[in-house]
């Protein structure tokens, strides 16, 4: 990662599969739209509750990609 310029975006992704499955649903759609993706940072952490059970996770994630030269 040595001399790279990086922009950051923040995005959320959620899933009713759990934390994990939330970031990969984010960044697999960022990937659609954005080249040069190299890392990620969990942000935040949330949920939605439904008749009185977890229903979705919810994370909010900084996608670092690299600006082109």
Known sequence: MANHVYSVSE???????GIEDAVN???A????????LDWFEVTQVRGHIA????A????????????ES
């Open 11 to 17: 995005i959320v992704g959620s899933s009713p599969e």
């Open 25 to 27: 649903n984010a960044v």
């Open 29 to 36: 759609q960022a990937n659609k739209t954005l080249r040069h």
């Open 51 to 54: 008749d009185g059970k977890v």
């Open 56 to 67: 979705d996770w919810q994370v909010g994630i900084k996608l670092g990609f690299r600006l």
